[in-house]
């Protein structure tokens, strides 16, 4: 009978003795000796990983026993992870041999060939992958010692390139992208713009994937939500959450913003309510028929707008006759320096009761904050104890700061001016008094809000006029002071377009 011999040993392995070349081939041709085999030839294998089949002395055999078919008997190995680490490619690997009717036998492991011994093999076999798997899970171990360091070992991120030699690589943010996702963070941080339209607008300025397409609107919502931006790395799988030692691309105040208008929109926004700019008076005007608020939408590729009710079948306002009468009317709207005194008073005894307020919300604030160092303290002091282990401080420690960084944005929305100087009195006033003036070039925000001020119970349209069911304090006091320029009539009246 003919035999050959297979050796494999890797570069970490030439120093252990026991799996030394020399010590295979000796172990192989004693049991050749023994069993009644020939050796034919010796193939060996030298530093390469036993994890991929595609090994350069391997393939050789393989192509030797395929040339010589019936020539060779059995294929001697030392162990079975020599010839593979993997179940999967152990079992592929003796398929092929048994096939050119050559016998696979491991001369340290009692292996025969009857069920129980193929029963061993595979358990032997699956040892070996276990044993790789081991391995892996220790360069897991690495990549967190790596994800420690600051460092993003994945994939790198839209806006990111990998840099640095293999080992010690990195992220760093790349033009003109990165610039472009600073843009949208910036723009959702004013809170008066939706996610849709910066989405938008972001494919306008060049905003696009490594592929050249505009980002879909799931990758957009994962982009803002990604906490590489303000320079964090979140890997929960491996239970990292910290700062990492690459370059932000937004300053973590404004991701943090970004972050707390995202989730109090998905608590706070009804779907009708959802601020447009294309339609300014949506969640303002309501059906003169039935009192519902009036939807509104584009037409013949946004050349044609109208307001409409989605139960009335012709209540159809054109959108541009609209607005222009609208806005003529707030312009006509003449405030009577009494209302203005009014007004002045009332800002002042409001921004005074507010401090009071506010002064309140910031000391239970302060308080929540010196709760939590408290309890960040008692953390790192079980952890030098003993008590908590390093892993499970890191994981309470970033939660608490977390606490801290949403109650540091709380804080903002308390801030308010130390003193109501004359000054920017005044500067309420002159604004609220040129308001009704410049509602074409205001921001969608603040349209808003005047539309709440001014129009507390919403505005209808009925034969070129606007009335409105309740009308705000504001507007009755001025009337009151000022009977012969009510507002609530306009000076013109305009044809309104219904469509046919
Ligand atoms: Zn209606």
Known sequence: MKAIIYCRVSTQEQVNEGNSLLTQERLCRQYGKNNGYEIDKVFVEEGESAKTIYRTSLKNMMKYCTLTEGKIDAVLIYRIDRLSRETADYIALKVFFNKLGIKVISTSEPIEDTPTGRFLETVLASSAQMDNEIRGERSKNGMIDRLKQGRWMFYAPLGYRTEGAKGASNIEPVEPIAGYINRVFMALSSGYITVEEVRRDSAKWGLVTNRGKALSISMFHKMIRNPIYKGYLDVPSMGIYQKGSFKAIVDEKV??????????????????????????????????????????????????????????????????????????????????????????????????????????????????????????????????????????????????????????????????????????????????????????????????????????????????????????????????????????????????????
Not at 323 to 338: A, D, G, P, R
Not at 401 to 407: D, F, G, S, W, Y
Not at 426 to 437: A, E, K
Not at 478 to 483: A, G, R
Request: net charge positive; proline share 4%.
């Open 255 to 500: 991701f943090d913003q970004v972050q707390y208008i995202l989730e109090s929109k998905k608590k706070k926004m009804p779907i009708y309510r959802k601020l447009n700019p294309d339609f300014p008076l949506r969640g303002a005007l309501k059906c003169s028929k039935c009192g519902k608020l009036l939807t509104a939408s584009w037409a013949k590729q946004r050349t044609i707008g109208h307001y409409r009710c989605s139960v009335c079948t012709n209540v159809n306002l054109n959108k541009k006759v609209l607005e222009n009468t609208f806005s003529e009317y707030l312009k006509s709207i003449v405030w009577n320096q009494i209302t203005v005194e009014v007004v002045k008073e009332a800002l002042l005894l409001n921004w005074q009761s507010h401090k009071k307020e506010y002064e309140k919300e910031l000391a239970k604030i302060a308080k929540q904050q010196i709760e939590i160092r408290e309890l960040m303290d008692k953390v790192v002091d079980k952890n030098m104890r003993g008590v908590y282990s390093d892993s499970l401080a890191k994981t309470k420690l970033n939660d608490y700061e977390r606490n801290l960084a949403e109650l540091r944005l709380e804080t903002q929305k308390y801030a308010s001016p130390d003193v109501m100087e004359a000054d920017l009195l005044n500067y309420s006033v002159d604004f609220m008094r040129n308001i009704t003036g410049m509602w074409d070039k205001l921001d969608i925000e603040p349209k808003h809000r005047l539309h709440k001020m001014l129009f507390p119970d919403g505005i209808v349209y009925l034969n070129g006029i606007f009335t409105t069911p309740v009308k705000s304090c504001l507007i009755e006091l001025n009337d009151l002071v000022c009977v012969e320029n009510s507002t609530m009539v306009t000076p013109r009246r305009i044809e309104l377009r219904l469509p046919g």
